[in-house]
């Protein structure tokens, strides 16, 4: 028989000594349906992963507002501590008693009091017996 002599390509054997050759093509050769059903599982992925960041950080943000929140009742239960004492501090028997203990002030025996009518009333006569 007469055998035709391949030219310029390679002729493959059949056989191979040594290593088998494996088909890794249809882990890398994917169809077109292939590679719109994996480019869609990506996205679902991506999504799913964003919507757990999104859900992640309200959280974080929800437990800061309940530690502001904690805050604010404490400052405001401080607040009031320092209002109360302000006003224990202002009172005028404690200070009627500092005035009389610490400097040696004394009540007086009697009290005058003067309002600004008769203040007025007293300058309405002084000018009165001026002109006269």
């Known amino acids: 028989m007469l055998a035709r002599k391949a030219v310029g390509a390679q002729v493959k054997p059949d056989i191979y000594v040594g290593r088998q050759k494996r088909d890794v093509s249809?882990?890398?050769d994917f169809s077109p349906m292939m590679k719109q059903?994996?480019?869609?599982?990506?996205?679902?992925?991506?999504?799913?992963?964003?919507?757990?960041?999104?859900?992640?950080l309200r959280t974080k943000v929800g437990y800061e507002v309940v530690k502001?929140?904690?805050?604010?009742v404490q400052l405001t239960k401080d607040n009031d501590t320092l209002d109360?004492?302000?006003?224990?501090?202002?009172?005028?028997v404690?200070?009627?008693?500092?005035?009389?203990?610490?400097?040696?002030?004394?009540?007086?025996?009697?009290?005058?009091y003067s309002t600004k009518?008769?203040?007025?009333?007293?300058?309405i006569r002084a000018a009165s017996q001026i002109v006269d």
């Open 68 to 72: 502001v929140q904690q805050n604010i």
């Open 37 to 56: 059903l994996v480019s869609w599982g990506l996205v679902l992925v991506l999504f799913c992963l964003g919507v757990m960041l999104i859900n992640s």
């Open 94 to 112: 404690r200070i009627q008693k500092i005035a009389e203990e610490k400097l040696g002030m004394v009540l007086p025996s009697s009290f005058v």
């Open 26 to 28: 249809f882990v890398f």
């Open 84 to 92: 109360v004492e302000v006003s224990a501090l202002k009172s005028p």
């Open 117 to 123: 009518s008769t203040t007025a009333e007293r300058n």
